[in-house]
């Protein structure tokens, strides 16, 4: 399972729609691990969800 996170630089965001970006995380048998960082698609309606699940979150 993939995990996002939202964050603004290395700090996590207060906002989930407005961050710079977000670090996904893979949990796999009891490990999370990082895996990627991605750029924020923009705060455009319904986007986020279509973006993440295209990054398999």
Known sequence: MKIAIACDGKDVSAHFGHCEGYAIYDATNSVIAYSETLQ??????????????????
């Not at 924020?40 to 979150?57: I, M, T, W």
């Open 40 to 57: 924020s698609p923009g705060h455009e309606p319904g986007r986020l969800p279509v973006f993440l699940a295209e990054h398999g979150v």
